[in-house]
C-alpha cells in the first residue's frame, strides 16, 4: 500500500476513534466476559462499597468499589441532594457503553458528582441495580431494566448500522450516499452513529481514492460487529421499552 494512503487512512481512523469515545463509545477488543455455569442469582446486598472522596471543594467524586469475586459490568445509582436545593438523580455505568472494562474484585470506579462547589454534600448515593460478569445481579427488576433496555437499545442500533454498511461495501457507495443513508435512518440510530458521520463528512475527498474508502469502511464495520456481539452476549432484555438514563 503506498505511503500516501497509509497516512490517509491512519488519519481517518484516529478521527474516526476519537468521534466514537465522545459520541458512540465503542467497547475495546477483549475477551468476552465469562458466562454463567448456573442459573444467575440475584443478590439480597449490593457487594459493592460506595465512598465520597474529595480532592477540593470543586472536584468532588463517588468511588465504587467492587467487592465480588466476580467482575462488575454495570451499575445504576439513585443520589439525593439533601444540602441542595434540587432534585434526585440517577446515574448509570456500563462497561458495555462507555468502552471500559469491567470492573474485577478491590478495582474502583470514579464518577464525578456533580454537586454544587463549595457546598458539603450531605445526600445519599444508592447503588439501585447492578449486573457481575456471571450473570449474578442485584436490584429489583425494574431498576435491572434499565441496564438491559439500554443495552439492547444500542444492540438493536448497531444491527442497522451494520447492516447499512454492509450494503454499501456491496454495492460501493460513494461517500455522499453512505451519508444520504444515514440521514434516512431513524433517529435513535443515526444518534448512535454520529461518530461515523462525522468522519465522512470530514473527508469531502474520501471518493478520489476508493480503496481508502473502502479500508475505513470495513474497519468501521468491523469495531460495530464486535461491540454489538459483545452486547448480545451480555443477554440484554430486548423485550424492555428504552429507558433514558
Known amino acids: 500500500m503506498p505511503a500516501r494512503l497509509d497516512v490517509f487512512l491512519a488519519s481517518a481512523l484516529c ?76 446515574m448509570l455505568w456500563d462497561a458495555f457503553q462507555q468502552n471500559k472494562s469491567p470492573v474485577a474484585k478491590n478495582a474502583t470506579v470514579e464518577l464525578p458528582l456533580g454537586h454544587a462547589p463549595g457546598v458539603p454534600f450531605l445526600g445519599k448515593i444508592k447503588v439501585a441495580a447492578a449486573v457481575w460478569a456471571d450473570g449474578a445481579t442485584f436490584g429489583s427488576p425494574d431498576e435491572l431494566r434499565h441496564i438491559f433496555a439500554n443495552r439492547a437499545f444500542r444492540a438493536r442500533a448497531l444491527d442497522r448500522i451494520i447492516s447499512l454498511l454492509q450494503t454499501g461495501l456491496q454495492q460501493q457507495w460513494t461517500r455522499d450516499k453512505y451519508l444520504a443513508a444515514l440521514e434516512q435512518e431513524p433517529k435513535f440510530v443515526a444518534s448512535q452513529a454520529l461518530g461515523l458521520s462525522s468522519t465522512l463528512k470530514a473527508n469531502e475527498n474520501l471518493d478520489s481514492d476508493p480503496r481508502t474508502r473502502q479500508k475505513l469502511i470495513e474497519e468501521m464495520l468491523q469495531r460495530f460487529a464486535e461491540e454489538r456481539d459483545a452486547l448480545r452476549r451480555s443477554k440484554p432484555d430486548f423485550t424492555a421499552p428504552y429507558i433514558p438514563n
Not at 465522545?22 to 444467575?40: G, K, N
Open 15 to 90: 478521527m474516526v476513534l476519537v468521534s466514537f469515545f465522545i459520541q458512540t463509545p465503542i467497547l475495546e477488543s477483549r475477551e468476552p466476559p465469562p458466562q454463567p455455569s448456573h442459573s444467575p442469582q440475584l443478590s439480597t446486598e449490593p457487594e459493592i462499597q460506595v465512598e465520597i472522596h474529595s480532592a477540593n471543594e470543586r472536584d468532588t467524586r463517588i468511588v465504587l468499589t467492587n467487592l465480588s469475586e466476580q467482575s462488575l459490568t454495570a451499575f445504576f445509582l439513585h443520589i439525593s441532594y439533601a444540602s441542595e436545593n434540587r432534585a434526585a438523580s440517577k
